[in-house]
């Protein structure tokens, strides 16, 4: 292990420039939560339709993280990398420039395309071209995967102080950068998979453990996408209080995902994690629902969640790629895009019963949610069983399926 972390940054340069890359991709996942509010205000929208900038996003990128392996094993890594970061400078500049909430909407519906075909190609070229093994490689897409979580909002934040324009500024200007650093420094021949059918990851949800798995994280996205997405709007707080919470949020969930769930998945069957960290969110989401009206008491709710959340994002992924023999770049899909459905409906469903009701609502259906979720992997133990057999560590092709599920 510690051969590996000693050769995670002796590291070419071209794996260098995609990790650039990955970092201020995993940034626009949370980029947006500081400004919802500026947004709201300064475009006249209300906070059902600020909350379709998540649903946008993630609706699309679930529903092309169905045919991203079909693209780029036909065109290439580099391609895909390249034509990713290309749409994602094209809509984050569209959605500076824009004038109205929809604009916006739309556009970062094109962001997420953009995103999905950069982060499913991202991993797969690191450990292509880093040096030390697959295992370096993949600690360093577990640190750019958290970089980029804690340091969206962070950064959000920071520019959001500014105009709520600017953060989509900022990520132009990085992501032309990380364009330019792949276009010049990605060079040599590239492996090239073997072609991925189309309906591959369509067929795969017929498999009843990736079913009852996927079904499970659609009620756990809404959970997680309701306490990211919404929390913003009952903080009360400023861009720069939002970015400072959600960056607490974003090191939390990056701690455990990297050093607690492996931790947990070494003295525990992966269902058993499951089934112990789920109860716990809920307990989180009820509290900060019945705490809503303080902000301190929230902004624990949100930091305790990230926590959680951390853990639950590497075990319940990793559980997906134990659950069928089918390749795990297909199974990854197939579960991707179904629990993206759970974060695209999330935050719009969040601001909707908050304005019919009060804004301990959202919470309090979030628990539910979570708790569905807890049921689904219950109920379907049976059939689950045989994830718990493999040691939690033993493949390098699980773990870096895994990072690919997570990041997106």
């Not at 720069?240 to 069957?269: C, D, K």
């Not at 989401?285 to 624990?300: E, I, K, Q, R, W």
């Not at 023999?325 to 993206?340: E, G, I």
Request: glycine letters at 10%; a neutral charge.
């Amino acid at each position: 292990m510690s051969s590996t972390t000693a050769s995670v940054w002796k590291q070419p340069a071209q794996v260098w420039a995609v990790a650039f890359a990955c970092v201020v991709a995993f940034m626009g996942i949370g980029l947006v939560d500081p400004i919802l509010p500026a947004i709201a205000d300064s475009l006249q929208a209300s906070p059902f339709e600020t909350e379709l900038l998540f649903t946008s996003y993630l609706a699309v990128t679930g529903l092309a993280m169905l045919v991203t392996s079909w693209i780029s094993s036909r065109i290439g890594a580099k391609r895909t990398l390249l034509i990713g970061l290309a749409l994602i400078v094209v809509f984050a500049l569209l959605c500076a420039l824009s004038g109205s909430v929809d604009a916006v909407i739309g556009f970062r519906a094109g962001w997420g395309l953009g995103n999905a075909l950069f982060i499913s190609t991202a991993l797969a070229t690191i450990v292509g071209a880093a040096s030390g093994g697959s295992g370096a490689a993949i600690v360093l897409y577990e640190a750019a995967l958290g970089l980029g979580i804690a340091i969206g909002p962070l950064l959000g934040g920071l520019l959001g102080e500014q105009s709520w324009r600017a953060p989509f500024f900022g990520v132009v200007v990085l992501m032309a950068i990380a364009f330019l650093a792949v276009l010049v420094l990605l060079r040599g021949p590239q492996d090239k998979p073997a072609p991925v059918r189309f309906s591959a990851p369509f067929t795969a949800l017929r498999r009843p453990a990736l079913a009852i798995l996927a079904v499970a994280a659609l009620f756990y996205n809404i959970g997680f996408f309701i306490l990211l997405a919404f929390s913003p709007f009952p903080l009360g707080f400023g861009a720069m209080g939002i970015g400072f919470t959600f960056f607490g949020w974003g090191v939390a969930l990056a701690i455990t995902s990297v050093w607690v769930a492996p931790v947990l998945m070494r003295r525990m069957p992966r269902t058993r994690v499951i089934l112990l960290v789920l109860p716990l969110l809920a307990a989180d989401l009820v509290v900060a629902g019945l705490l809503v009206t303080s902000a301190a008491a929230l902004v624990t709710c949100i930091i305790v969640g990230g926590l959680l959340l951390g853990i639950m994002n590497t075990v319940l992924t990793e559980a997906v790629m134990e659950a069928t023999d089918l390749p795990r770049s297909v199974a990854s899909s197939a579960y991707s895009a179904v629990r993206f459905l759970g974060g695209a409906m999330a935050p719009p469903l969040a601001a909707a019963l908050w304005h019919a009701l009060n804004a301990t609502v959202p919470y309090l259906v979030a628990a539910l949610a979570v708790l569905l979720a807890a049921l689904t992997v219950l109920l379907g133990r049976k059939t689950l069983a045989h994830i718990d057999d493999e040691p939690a560590d033993a493949e390098v092709e699980d773990a870096q399926a895994i990072l690919i599920g997570d990041a997106a």
